[in-house]
């Protein structure tokens, strides 16, 4: 009986020893590190946790499996559910894919890691959520918005977080506008760091722009949008070029049409030219007649030539570029009704056969007079 009990006495103090020295073992292992990727997080984003532990004893320690735990915090997958062993020495890292469901704060999700008759190993792990967009903003834009005019546009982008972003692009969108560049790629804004795009604009009619800047925290898109109004109005300053002494006459088979035009306007007129619509049949000597540049309150004298057959009213089109070369065109009309095409300044005219018809006659008298006087 006595043997007995000695024996388990024995026994359980080889179990207490070897429990003490597995304890004392796995005491060795320690987080040497743990990333969070991105640096803060965003509601709603994915990122990582990768935890570093490491062996700094002798003795080698088994875990049975390692997870990480947290309310607000949550790991997506559960990945290390197997043990393994940690010689002495060596280090391994623990990664868990995250997602940020939580109001801005931060948050100490566990990592846990299980020992193999040894406890645990308990490490918090701190992770900053913050939802703050790029901040967009308007720092220049044309005076006047002007219908077919185009327009400078500036903007501001801004890093306000703690981390950086990557992919910045601005691109403006909607309809009933041109811009160039389409989109501006600003690439990666670093923390409190800002960048300048810039557009030119030319709207077709009052409209909106909507300016979309794009960006990734880690993995994660995020966009912030800015509303633009673009409400054209009446170009009060820019050239206006006004036709007066329109004069038609008609020619041999064609038209000559001769004026004035003037600019009324504040600004200068370049590349100006004139021409009749295809459709009067235009023709040379003065198919288009080129102006040139016309200063405020200038004006040039222009000749137009065309068939305008089968037209009581031809379109004449002016055409000219502003300091920016945008190209302006109008339309106006000159009646040409009033004056019947002739024919073909090749055919002799009527009167010149009675002239001619009469100047033979008087020949012929002359002759006739002088042979009876002789």
Do not use: C
């Amino acid at each position: 009986m006595r043997s007995s009990l000695l024996l388990v006495i024995l026994l359980l103090g080889a179990l207490v020893a070897g429990v003490s020295a597995s304890e004392q073992s796995a005491s060795q292992v320690t987080v040497s590190e743990h990333r969070v990727e991105p640096v803060s997080l965003m509601r709603g984003d994915v990122g990582t946790v990768a935890v570093t532990v490491t062996n700094t004893g002798t003795e080698s320690v088994a875990y049975r499996w390692a997870k990480l735990f947290g309310t607000e915090i949550r790991a997506t997958a559960d990945p290390y559910t197997t043990g393994g062993l940690l010689g002495p020495g060596t280090s391994k890292t623990f990664t868990f894919t995250v997602r940020a469901d939580a109001a801005d704060g931060i948050y100490y999700p566990v990592f846990l890691l299980d020992f193999r008759d040894a406890g645990q190993l308990r490490y918090p792990i701190p992770i900053r959520v913050e939802s703050t967009e790029l901040p967009l903003s308007l720092t220049a834009k044309p005076t006047y918005i002007v219908e077919g005019k185009r327009g400078d546009y500036t903007l501001l982008v801004g890093n306000p977080r703690d981390s950086a972003v990557n992919g910045v692009r601005v691109t403006p969108t909607g309809e009933g506008f041109e811009a160039a560049p389409s989109s501006a790629f600003i690439g990666t804004l670093a923390p409190d760091q800002s960048a300048t795009v810039s557009f030119n604009i030319t709207p077709a009619r009052s409209t909106n722009v909507t300016f979309v800047v794009t960006y990734r925290n880690g993995v994660n898109e995020h966009r912030t949008e800015l509303a633009l109004p673009l409400t054209t109005e009446q170009n009060l300053r820019g050239a206006d070029l006004i036709l007066t002494n329109i004069e038609v006459q008609a020619a041999g088979g064609y038209y000559r049409l001769s004026g004035d035009i003037t600019n009324a306007g504040l600004e200068t007129a370049y590349a100006v030219v004139l021409r009749a619509d295809a459709s009067a049949g235009p023709v040379p000597p003065f198919e288009n007649y080129v102006v040139g540049t016309l200063d405020p309150d200038d004006f040039a004298s222009f000749e137009l030539t065309f068939r305008g057959e089968g037209l009581e009213r031809v379109p004449l089109i002016v055409e000219f570029k502003d300091d920016d070369g945008t190209l302006f065109t109008s339309t106006t009309g000159a009646d040409i009704a009033a004056q019947p095409l002739k024919g073909p300044e090749t055919e002799i005219p009527l009167y010149a056969y009675a002239l001619v018809g009469l100047l033979v006659l008087g020949v012929a008298a002359a002759i006739v007079y002088s042979w009876r006087r002789a």
